[in-house]
C-alpha cells in the first residue's frame, strides 16, 4: 500500500492540550510509516515545537508556507471548526476529518451566540469526526452524526518512573493548579484563591504558557516548562486540581494518575469517562470555591483516604494507554484510504456554502472587540 500523506491542521501553535494530543497522535502516526505534516493556519506564535520535541518524527510548518503538491493528502484533520472554513480549501485531500477535543460552542458563552449556526455546519458536514470524551459523542449520536470515540490516553510508564523534581514537601499537602491565566475557561485565578486560603496546602502553579498571577500565593511557579518536565513536577504533587467549565478530557489530571497523585476536578462533562468520585478522586461542583475548600480540607483531615484515591488513581492511569485510541484513528484513515480513489477530493457541500457567512461573522465578532 502506499504511503499515506497526511496533514493535521491547528489553528495555531499556541501551547494547549489539544495541540499536545496532535503532537502525540502525529509522532504515532509517523512511526507507523505515513508522511505527516503539522501546519499551523495562524503566525501567531514560531512554528518551532521544541518544547514537545526538538527532533520530530513529522514535519512542521505554517500553512501559507506550503509548497504545492503534485497530489492531495490522503487526509487531512483539524481539531478547530474554524480552520475547516479556512483551512480546508487550500489543502485538496481524499478525506476530510474533525477531531473535537471540545464544546466549541461553550468557549463563546461569555459573547452570545456570534457563532451557532456556522459550527452546526461544521458538525453536520460529512467529515470524518472523532470525540475524546462520551459526552461529545452523544451529543453526535443525537444530532443524527456519525462519530468515533477516541479517549485520550497516557504514557504511563514514563510518568509512573518519574522522579519528584521539585524540593521536598514543606507542607502536609502538595496541590498543583494547572493551567494559564489567559483562559478564562480554565477558572486557575479562582482555584488558586481558593487553595490559597489553606495554609497548610503548599501550591504549585504549572502552566504551559504565560505567568503566575501577582497577588496570589504560588510557592513554585513552573510556567512553560518543556513537556519532558511536566512527569518530575507531577510526581512531586499529591494531587492536583482542575475546576474548568471548559474542560473535556483534562490529560493533566490523567498524567498525575500515572504520576501517583490524585485530583480535585469540577465536574465537567465527560469527566465519568476515567474519573470517579470518592473512588480514584473528589469532584465537586463546577464553580463551587467552598466545595473546593472542603474536598482539600478532607484530604487534609483523612490521610487514609489520600492514600486510597491515589492508589486508584495509578492503576486507572496504567488502564488507559495512547495505543488504542491512535490505532483506532490510524485505522479510520486507512479506512477512508482504501474506500476512495487516490486523487480524488472530498466534497465539502455545507463548508462550501457556510464559508462566505463565517467570514462575515467573524468580521462582525472582530469589530464587536471580542478578539
Known sequence: MPRLAIAIVLHSNIRSGSNLVCFLLARYLAGQGPAVTVLFQERFFPADIDFFDPAP????????????????????????????????????????????????KA???????FFDAVIDAVLREDLLVFCVNSALHKEMAAAGRPALLVRNGVDYARFAAAAPSLPPKSGRLRVVVEGPLDDDSKRVREALRAVGTLAEVEIVHLAARGDSPAGLRVDHSCIAVPYQAV??????????????????????????????????????????????????????????????????????????????????????????????????????????????????????????RYRACHQAILNLWLRAGRS
Open 107 to 113: 468557549l463563546y458563552d461569555a459573547h452570545g451566540r
Open 231 to 352: 512527569p518530575g513536577i507531577l510526581a512531586s504533587a499529591d494531587l492536583i486540581v482542575k475546576m474548568g467549565s471548559a474542560e473535556t478530557w483534562s490529560l493533566p489530571v490523567l498524567e498525575t494518575f500515572a504520576a501517583g497523585g490524585t485530583a480535585i476536578v469540577g465536574a465537567f462533562p465527560g469527566h465519568q469517562d476515567y474519573i470517579a468520585h470518592g473512588e480514584n478522586a473528589l469532584v465537586v461542583a463546577l464553580d463551587d470555591w467552598d466545595g473546593l475548600r472542603h474536598a482539600l480540607q478532607r484530604l487534609l483531615d483523612d490521610t487514609p483516604l489520600l492514600a486510597r484515591l491515589r492508589a486508584v488513581a495509578r492503576a486507572t492511569a496504567e488502564r488507559l494507554s495512547w495505543e488504542e485510541p491512535f490505532a483506532a484513528v490510524e485505522a479510520a484513515f486507512a479506512r477512508v484510504a482504501r474506500e476512495r480513489a487516490p486523487g480524488t477530493v472530498a466534497p465539502t457541500p455545507l463548508l462550501d
Open 57 to 104: 518524527l513529522f514535519q512542521v510548518g505554517f500553512l501559507d508556507a506550503l509548497a504545492a503538491r503534485p497530489a492531495p493528502f490522503d487526509m487531512v484533520m483539524t481539531t478547530w471548526w474554524e480552520c475547516a472554513y479556512q483551512s480546508f480549501p487550500r489543502l485538496p485531500a481524499r478525506g476530510y476529518a474533525l477531531f473535537r477535543h471540545g464544546a466549541e
